[in-house]
């Protein structure tokens, strides 16, 4: 039978394939370090829980980095790498936080373990460690990941948007062999932190006819219009999950049922059907399968820490994660 696909068409496949391949965990294991730097996760845990009681917003920071990182050419700490052209650099990565905790839990294990813990490893550590400070879920985080060598500003193009449709969601995280369920959990990681008026407040006013987003509970509208004025600062900072920004809990999946979701792409969760009823199972409503959060929210980030991991020659152990060696 003759195949009649394009190369760009062969290209995409390809690139499914190896992305949807290391996608479940080829090349980590739980305890890799056990013998080659012993102290390498409670390293790591001591450094964020360091920084998170000076400044408490480094948890949700490192947990949207990895976010941002694996999604990029998989999780291998390329938006760690700065320069003038890095994915760092992006504007979709602008408001990202927390590099400076990376960077410090870096040079303490390069002083007991020079050259055997990668940077895109702690970055998964410090993301699991940010959701526990949180009093969420702890859990066995595979590693063994290389470093990338490549960061390209033009890559973080890929990540999803704050406007993205649910089913360019779905097709976003497909591409990764994440599905639905593996969607909904974990953009609730936004149940902890901040968003800046300015990827929001387009929605407050001139949304649709003139008028403000229709989705945004009448009640809430006021709130978000006094924390985000027109013509007001583009950078104030707004919790995702109001009422409960510190906790990682199931409350902002409550406030998406009751049109208070902040992004206009995490209030299509409750919008779209086939996002909702994961919703409503995760808020135990009756009559159907109940999900715990915490733990499907731990198995989803084990799903996608391994997104496109790299192993032997194709990456390397940085010495400072902000460069390439």
Same mark, same amino acid.
């Given at each position: ?10 290209? !995409? ?13 080829? =090349? ?11 102290? !390498? ?17 480094? !948890? ?25 052209? /890095? ?10 936080? =927390?590099f400076e905790v990376i960077d410090d839990a870096k040079r303490k294990l390069e002083a007991v373990c020079p050259g055997v813990v990668s940077c895109a490893d702690v970055l998964s550590l410090a993301a699991r460690d940010s959701v526990v400070l949180t009093k969420g879920i702890n859990w066995k985080v595979p590693t063994g990941r290389k470093d990338g060598r490549v960061s390209l500003q033009s890559d973080a193009s890929s990540l999803p948007s704050f ?25 609730? =990681?936004?149940?902890? =932190? ?31 219009? !006094? ?22 809990? /199931? ?23 086939? /996002? ?50």
């Amino acid at each position: 039978m003759k195949c009649s696909y394009t190369k760009p068409a062969l290209l !995409a496949m390809v690139f499914m394939v190896t992305m949807v391949a290391t996608a479940f965990g080829q =090349g980590t294991r739980v305890g890799f370090y056990s013998k080659s730097c012993r102290q !390498a996760e409670s390293i790591v845990k001591s450094t964020v829980e360091s920084h998170f009681r000076t400044n408490p917003a480094i !948890a949700p920071g490192l947990l949207r980095m990895h976010f941002h990182d694996c999604f990029v050419n998989g999780c291998d700490g390329s938006v760690l790498i700065d320069g003038p052209d /890095t994915e760092r650099r992006a504007p979709q990565n602008s408001l990202l936080r =927390g590099f400076e905790v990376i960077d410090d839990a870096k040079r303490k294990l390069e002083a007991v373990c020079p050259g055997v813990v990668s940077c895109a490893d702690v970055l998964s550590l410090a993301a699991r460690d940010s959701v526990v400070l949180t009093k969420g879920i702890n859990w066995k985080v595979p590693t063994g990941r290389k470093d990338g060598r490549v960061s390209l500003q033009s890559d973080a193009s890929s990540l999803p948007s704050f406007r993205s449709s649910i089913d360019s969601q779905k097709q976003q995280f497909a591409r990764f062999g994440l599905d639905t369920k593996d969607l909904v959990v974990l953009v609730g =990681g936004h149940t902890v =932190g901040t968003a800046a008026c300015l990827v929001f407040s387009y929605r407050l006013n001139n949304f649709t006819n003139g008028g403000p987003d229709t989705t945004i509970n009448s009640s809430f509208l006021p709130q978000l219009q !006094a924390l985000c004025p027109q013509n007001g600062n583009n950078f104030r900072r707004v919790d995702l999950d109001t009422g409960s920004a510190n906790k990682f809990d /199931t409350s902002f999946f409550t406030n998406l049922k009751n049109g208070r979701g902040v992004l206009e792409s995490d209030q299509k969760l409750w919008t779209d059907p086939s /996002t909702r009823t994961i919703i409503q199972q995760l808020l135990g409503e009756k009559g159907l399968k109940r999900l715990n959060f915490n733990k499907e929210f731990a198995r989803s980030m084990v799903k996608m820490s391994n997104i496109g991991v790299k192993t032997g020659s194709n990456g390397e152990i940085r010495r400072v994660c902000s460069a390439i060696n």
